[in-house]
């Protein structure tokens, strides 16, 4: 497996199917100095290659204070229950998608689609509306609603030195009855994706995409094959 990858200061890709196991969704982690906070956690059979990953960087995982979840599959929420009780880490995730984590439903985090099982698990935070900013000392980091491939995804952006960063994991579906996908509400979002007229891309399952005329692309490329 190999080595995590710092995409700007202090914003790494920690994990992925090439970097922590085939069935993980990219990991990405934004150091805030003080507080680590994780984005997504892969399938939940490679905490600990995580974890070595993140002191691989010269980082301490004890100071993961919170872990946002960008919706609620199981190849993106699979290790939250490691950190929370390993770290103490605070799940958050968009109101819309809790109750699948909450009550370990095996469609709606498409469990049964990996041939596992999710136990419920308690959720800490829960992000209302269109839009709610998390403050990590003097750094903002956005977290908007943008539904579509499943009710509750979010998809998050930090600036930092000049660079608006991106996390966007599955904004390219795919969409199904079973998770509750919605094409025009994805339509919408992606419009408000597109407006933020993002520097990088840090995507769920195909990779970092830079600069700003490669994430209008990959965006727009979905688009067009859902007209
Ligand atoms: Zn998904
Ligand atoms: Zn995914």
New binding site residues.
């Given amino acids: 497996m190999g080595n995590a990858e710092e995409i700007i200061r202090g914003v790494y890709q920690i994990g992925g199917a090439a970097l922590t196991a085939s069935d993980d969704?990219a990991i990405y982690l934004i150091d805030f100095v003080d507080e680590l906070v994780l984005i997504d956690t892969g399938a939940g059979n490679s905490s600990s290659q995580i974890v070595r990953n993140i002191e691989m960087l010269g980082l301490n995982p004890a100071n993961l204070s919170h872990l946002i979840l960008t919706?609620c599959?199981i190849?993106?929420i699979g290790s939250a229950p490691f950190f929370q009780k390993q770290y103490n880490a605070k799940i958050i995730i968009h109101d819309l998608d809790a109750t699948p984590i909450e009550t370990g439903d095996s469609i709606r985090t498409?469990a049964n689609w990996y041939d596992t099982v999710f136990s419920p698990m308690k959720v800490d935070q829960k992000l209302k509306g269109a839009e709610e900013v998390l403050q990590f000392g003097a750094e903002k980091l956005h977290c908007l609603h943008t539904p579509g491939?499943?009710p509750g995804s979010i998809s998050l952006y930090l600036d930092r030195d000049s660079e608006r960063v991106l996390f966007g994991?599955?904004i390219h579906g795919p969409f199904n009855k079973a998770?509750g996908s919605d094409i025009e509400a994805w339509k919408k979002s992606m419009q408000l994706l597109l407006a933020l007229n993002a520097d990088i891309l840090c995507e769920?399952h195909f990779g970092i995409y830079q600069p700003k005329e490669k994430v209008r692309d990959y965006i727009e490329g979905y688009l067009e094959e859902y007209e």
Avoid: N, V
């Fill in positions: 969704a919706h599959h190849d993106h498409a491939h499943t994991q599955d998770f769920g």
